[in-house]
């Protein structure tokens, strides 16, 4: 499985990005995808997920009503579309890939992930 993030930057406060991931390696349109973070001395966090059929998404409360996860299984592609951004949203952000048709009942945590991106830097300035 790969895993290959884009569209990471610098952004003012306030401001909008849009990350990518590429997936190749796997059946894309039967995985869960998410999106975790981690900030400088930080343990990795979780930001958002997504079912394979896109039926049901997951935010982390920091991002809700702030940050959008999609996907395109066409493209074999996931999406995080990041709004309003803050300076405590600076992190280096990770694509990551779950298993086939899985769905989470809980929040969804980095055990419930099983292959990982290299990761793209959002620096957001105040």
């Known amino acids: 499985v790969q895993l290959q993030a884009s569209g990471g930057g610098l952004v003012q406060a306030g401001g909008s990005l849009s990350l990518s991931c590429a997936a190749s390696g796997l059946t894309f349109a039967t995985y869960f995808m998410g999106w975790f973070r981690q900030a400088p001395g930080k343990e990795r966090e979780f930001v958002a997920a997504i079912t394979w059929n896109a039926g049901n998404t997951y935010q982390a409360d920091s991002v809700k009503g702030r940050f959008t996860i999609s996907r395109d299984s066409a493209k074999n592609t996931v999406y995080l579309r990041m709004n309003s951004l803050k300076p405590e949203d600076t992190a280096v952000y990770y694509c990551?890939?779950?298993?086939?048709?899985?769905?989470?009942?809980?929040?969804?945590?980095?055990?419930?992930?099983?292959?990982w991106g290299q990761g793209t830097l959002v620096t957001v300035s105040s």
């Open positions: 990551a890939a779950g298993s086939p048709f899985k769905v989470i009942v809980t929040t969804p945590d980095i055990t419930d992930f099983g292959s």
